[in-house]
C-alpha cells in the first residue's frame, strides 16, 4: 500500500494543485495521513450497524473476485443481481491477465516508519509489517 500511494504521489502531485506544495517529505506525509484515516476507522467502526459493514482482504478478492463479491452481496444482504453475472465475468475475464505493478523493496528505515505507524492495521488484519 505504501509504495502504491508514494509512487502516486511522487507522478501525479503537480496535476492536483494550482501551487507547490510545500511538504517535501513525501514518506511522513503518507504515513500521516493513512494512519489519520484509519484511527478515525477504528475509533468509529464500533458504531457501524451489523450487516453494514464486510471487510475484504485484498489477496482474497484476487484469487477469487466473483466468490467475494458474493459474500460482501451475502453480508451486506443486498440480493445477488445474477442478471449480471454474464457482464461480470466477461469483465473478469478481459483482466486476467492484468499484472500489478512493481515497486522497489523499501528501505529499512521506512520499512521501520511504516511499521511503527501502522502496526494497528497490520494487527487487525494480520499483516506482517
Known sequence: MFQSRDNSVRHARHWDRLQRDPRRDVEAQII????????????????????????VRFEDLERDPEGELRAIYRQLD??????????????????????????????????RRVADAWHRNFEAWDYRP
Do not use: C, M
Request: proline share 7%; no cysteine.
Open 78 to 111: 443486498l440480493g445477488w443481481p445474477e442478471a449480471w453475472e454474464p457482464r461480470l465475468r466477461r469483465y473478469l475475464a478481459s483482466i486476467r491477465g492484468y499484472r500489478k505493478n512493481t515497486h522497489r523493496e523499501l528501505d529499512p528505515a521506512v520499512r
Open 32 to 55: 500521516e495521513q493513512y494512519r489519520d484515516i484509519y484511527d478515525a476507522f477504528f475509533a468509529d467502526r464500533a458504531a457501524i450497524p451489523a450487516g453494514q459493514l464486510h471487510e
